[in-house]
């Protein structure tokens, strides 16, 4: 835990640097760099900094433009597909989220699939951008195949995240952000750092086997849909992550399922795509257009309440409201600075020596 | 193995009998009845004829209204709220999926929030009403509180499922239909009549410690929310009950959590409800509003047939799509008739010598 500690404000000017050197214009920059942030913020530390250098090796793979013509292609009153036109998704997503909120203002909600796009960072940062608005939040993305369905040896979904954000009143908003796997990639890369074994239940071997070697997915192992095997629910998991598989790629027309492009660029995207790019999903549900946005949030403060007062089993301090961890970890973040991995310290140094910019 | 065997119109005509002895106008005891059936044609048995005798004795208690008048309470383009005037929630659900289904043809989406409802049967009924139409549905409610989140033990939320129906073109429909905990209520009623043990990661005592006893939830145990612990992301399953509670309850203003009305009528509804009846979330969303129908069928197909030609896990036959034991158990039952455990049937007869009609 002798991570060196940074203030938001430095790391906040030297991603945007980055952004801006690849070519992304300035207002693009700005949204980029804050949506890679909020993950360093909310303590996903998997999902912000520890991402950029993989983000401009893509670009530098020609796989992201860093100009895109973001636009509308099919639209209704309450839907539309966005084509991101191969830009960042930490762009893509938000320019999507707004058409989303823009629709549910006249229509009571709106819903836009996306095709043509790029990693997006976290699902929490767009869900959370209706809560402004007194609307509930959705999105979810495909993602990189690494997770086998159950009975199956082959990776043909990604973590599949899901994100639900719901406003309150006096309590803080409820936002559940969640990969639909047993555990996040992101957790097995902490392992791999502390050289540890991972729960039975995480990760399959190459021949569908149980296995506790974090390390597993480069000899051809797998991630496990929500609910580790058959009985105990391995197979809603796998419907969970279809379901965002589907609303993000069937409905936009980008790649899904073991088509989806690899997040690394030394790895070529699969030579016959079935669509554009990776695909998102967002929702945006304006509370008025079911109740009075005050009963809502009345009740929703009443809910929160009363599930933070749940008791506990023995030696659990309280039950975890979805939202508080990361909230608890910005506030903290942002006043104490933010920690960084040695390993992504010196990967973020390497990136500025290329490219002329002084971490 | 050996239950005795029914003709599906056999048992047709006694349920459609049952609702119009209670008072149900024709044409909602013609929808209760293919709503109930249909669990017990799809091979989910604990929400067939099994719950027949339940619903009535909550009609015999007053909670459920056989006339009941249903009406939209609030609405905009793409929205409603469905009042269900304490119904039966295999009537009020089918009208509610039915709003949803034409706000969809003119706006794209259309999204219905109930209250006032009671248990609506499967939720695959009503989210695979939108197929017909080309649009993809989904359906989710809350129910009877048995589960404890995550670090409690306290029963706070039903088993509150979600399904999603998505259509294909010459494959059939994509329909993921399944509770938001581990395992489903009914998977331990049928462990209690073989007298077998439930798995560890089931259910918990009602001290919160692990438990293998299929009968815990009379001595206070709980149910465990999808994951079973929280190394094995039990606290996304609580993320996904409570999103399933909160857009059937908190957005309609029916009761949610720990105030959801029992299901069975001997146990009285808390004192102090937050809200009116059980709720529901329905949704439609026009194929078309995203991209061509015809396109939209071609990927389904492409998605379904990769993934069920999946390479699987030595000994297991093939990965399983979601909706297909369903569809083959409604097959095989329409042409062979449906087998009913003894304890049900007898049920049943005491039923049916009750109101004078003959099972």
Chains 1, 2 share one sequence.
């Not at 639909?180 to 902490?190: F, P, Q, R, V």
């Not at 009740?299 to 009363?306: E, L």
């Not at 749940?310 to 600075?337: C, F, W, Y």
Request: charged share 20%.
């Amino acid at each position: 835990m002798n991570n060196p500690v940074f203030a938001y404000a430095n790391l906040w000017q030297f991603a945007h640097a980055m952004f801006l050197k690849i070519g992304c214009p300035p207002d693009q920059a700005n949204e980029a760099t804050n949506v890679l942030l909020s993950a360093d913020l909310r303590g996903i530390d998997s999902h912000g900094l520890a991402r950029l250098s993989g983000y401009v090796r893509l670009w530098e793979a020609k796989r992201v433009n860093s100009r895109p013509a973001l636009r509308i292609v099919h639209e209704s009153p309450s839907t539309a597909v966005v084509n991101g036109d191969q830009g960042l998704g930490l762009v893509v997503a938000p320019y999507a989220m707004r058409v989303a909120i823009e629709k549910a203002k006249t229509c009571g909600t709106g819903w836009v699939a996306v095709k043509n796009s790029n990693h997006f960072g976290i699902a929490g940062y767009h869900a959370m951008m209706a809560l402004e608005h007194d609307m509930i939040g959705m999105a979810m993305t495909n993602a990189s195949p690494l997770v086998a369905p159950t009975f199956s040896v082959e990776r043909l979904l990604g973590t599949n995240p899901i994100c639900v954000a719901i406003p309150a009143g006096q309590q803080p908003p409820f936002v559940a952000d969640f990969a639909t796997t047993t555990a996040a990639n992101g957790k097995l890369e902490i392992l791999q750092r502390k050289n540890q074994e991972a729960p039975v239940g995480w990760i399959q071997k190459k021949n569908g086997a149980s296995s506790t070697n974090p390390s597993e997915l480069k000899d051809g192992g797998a991630l496990i849909p929500l609910g580790s095997d058959r009985e105990h629910g391995s197979h809603k998991g796998f419907c969970l992550g279809a379901w965002v598989d589907i609303f993000s790629a069937v409905l936009s027309g980008a790649n899904y399922g073991p088509w989806v492009p690899p997040f690394v660029s030394f790895l070529a995207p699969p030579a016959d795509p079935v669509g554009e790019g990776i695909g998102h999903f967002f929702g945006a549900m304006r509370v008025d257009a079911f109740r009075s946005t005050e009963d809502f949030k009345h009740h929703m403060d009443n809910w929160i309440t009363r599930f933070r007062a749940a008791k506990t089993i023995e030696g659990q301090s309280n039950l975890v409201i979805p939202g508080d961890p990361e909230r608890e970890s910005e506030i903290k973040r942002r006043k104490n600075g933010i920690p960084l991995d040695a390993k992504v310290v010196e990967d973020l140094k390497q990136l500025g020596e290329k490219f002329g910019i002084a971490f």
